[in-house]
């Protein structure tokens, strides 16, 4: 800890309206932190400069998501955890509640603020693209009264907003206008999670006859704020997904966008990874898959919770994820499915994939070591099909090598066997059992989510 407490002040208010009068009094001069997790790095590191800090965490004025036919207003002091949690956020704006998952561990998420990520004003924050493509609105306070401003153009440089010295952010508005677009969104960092962006993109789109009839699209850590790319909405508005080649898209992209070399990425790397998820984002909205719903997608997005919780199940076998998959419905296709499967997997504990591992048969059995769904079972057989037919001396060697890696590891090998051959299996496992434990976790979870991947597209078309 490189900071001295004493050089610091930090007093708690017990209402908004004081909070606000003590900015008024002295603007410029009290930091309002709510969570304090960005705050608190900067402490850490001994360059944190504002010494008087006035917390609202807390302040009732500042909680509260409330819910509208025709709108969402979030407390500025709703947390990532609040976001992630609430059923009409879930429903109608699904890229906020993805980049709230992303956002730190869970202890961040439970303390972190979405007014705090805003007035931040990182360009790497998590959640900023999504505002920007829902087009929200912020309600800003002061002793001088309330005022309601556009999010889009709200930043107006590194570090800095369009909200004067003795203001506050109250409140986040989201219309509800988007239930018929469909929704894009990805971040990529140097891991899976817990990590701050290289690139974030967010992005939502809707066709008519064919062609792009509406198109919002935000990125992030690409330019001093976060960039809702505007000349490119507008050359993509009215074309159809595939007027447009990879090369000039690219094009497009790097001479919107301002990215630098930094500690994370290179200017290069950051301009090559936005175009293509750009790239990706208009093929997944121009595909077939977005044009017409699954029917048995249809039917499970129907079902009572506990039934959809059950029918989805034998896909992964963590029941944590099944109901979290059931909770997120409905789902406009399998695209934007099997993208939330793998947000959700990733953002469940240990136990929860080790669940989802006993649910499985050892390589070259028929039987999980616990009871599941037939149709578990029948899956596993079909993914299996390849060892079972396979040569003996393979099948001894992969029963030995079975034995060793549970007593190694204390549980089952995981592998998607899916398309592999005996052999290829064999080779996997000698190599996985020099994993340390905390590699190996990590390994087998990869695998796991590729077989819950491909699970759902077979449950899918049943």
């Known amino acids: 800890?490189?900071?001295?407490?004493?050089?610091?002040?930090?007093?708690?208010?017990?209402?908004?309206?004081?909070?606000?009068?003590?900015?008024?009094?002295?603007p410029g001069v009290w930091l309002p932190i709510a969570g304090g997790t960005d705050v608190m790095v900067l402490y850490g590191a001994g360059t944190l400069r504002a010494?008087?800090?006035?917390?609202?965490?807390?302040?009732?004025?500042?909680r509260g998501i409330e819910e509208s036919p025709d709108e969402i207003a979030i407390g500025a002091g709703s947390t990532y955890t609040d976001l992630r949690q609430h059923a009409g956020i879930v429903k109608e704006f699904s890229l906020l509640t993805r980049a709230a998952s992303w956002t730190g561990g869970i202890a961040n998420q439970n303390r972190g603020t979405l007014g705090g990520n805003i007035a931040n004003a990182s360009p790497a924050a998590d959640c900023l693209p999504a505002l920007l493509v829902y087009d929200a609105e912020l309600t800003l306070i002061s002793l001088r009264g309330e005022r309601r401003v556009a999010y889009r153009g709200f930043?107006?440089?590194?570090?800095?907003?369009?909200?004067?010295?003795?203001e506050l952010i109250r409140t986040i508005h989201l219309k509800k206008k988007y239930a018929g677009h469909f929704a894009f969104t990805r971040k990529v960092g140097a891991r899976q999670s817990q990590a701050i962006a290289k690139v974030n993109i967010a992005a939502l789109g809707r066709l008519a006859n064919g062609a792009i009839e509406d198109v919002h699209i935000a990125l992030g850590s690409v330019a001093p704020v976060p960039l809702r790319l505007d000349r490119l909405e507008r050359a993509l508005t009215g074309k159809k997904v595939e007027s447009f080649s990879a090369d000039e898209l690219r094009r497009q992209v790097a001479g919107e966008i301002a990215t630098i070399d930094d500690i994370r990425s290179t200017a290069r790397y950051r301009a090559a990874v936005a175009g293509n998820l750009i790239i990706e984002f208009l093929h997944r909205l121009g595909s077939a898959d977005h044009g017409g719903v699954k029917e048995s997608l249809v039917r499970w997005n129907r079902m009572r919770h506990e039934e959809a919780t059950q029918s989805i199940l034998p896909c992964c076998g963590a029941r944590r994820w099944a109901n979290a998959m059931a909770a997120r419905r409905p789902f406009e296709n399998a695209s934007s499915m099997l993208e939330t499967s793998r947000e959700i997997w990733w953002n469940l504990e240990p136990a929860d994939w080790l669940e989802a591992f006993r649910s499985h048969p050892r390589i070259g059995e028929s039987q999980s070591p616990e009871p599941v769904p037939g149709r578990s079972q029948k899956w596993s057989a079909e993914e299996q099909g390849q060892v079972v037919e396979g040569d003996e001396a393979v099948k001894l060697a992969l029963e030995q090598g079975n034995r060793q890696y549970e007593e190694r590891f204390g549980r089952i090998f995981i592998v998607c066997a899916t398309g592999k051959s005996p052999s290829a299996i064999l080779e996997i496992l000698r190599r996985r059992l020099q994993n340390d434990q905390a590699a190996e976790l990590q390994e087998s979870a990869k695998e796991q989510e590729q077989i819950t991947k491909i699970r759902l597209e077979k449950w899918l078309g049943e």
Do not use: C, F, Q
């Open 51 to 62: 010494r008087k800090l006035v917390s609202i965490w807390n302040l009732r004025e500042l």
């Open 155 to 166: 930043h107006a440089g590194y570090k800095k907003t369009a909200m004067a010295a003795d």
């Open 1 to 26: 800890m490189r900071s001295d407490p004493g050089d610091y002040e930090l007093v708690a208010p017990g209402s908004l309206e004081e909070v606000v009068a003590m900015l008024a009094r002295e």
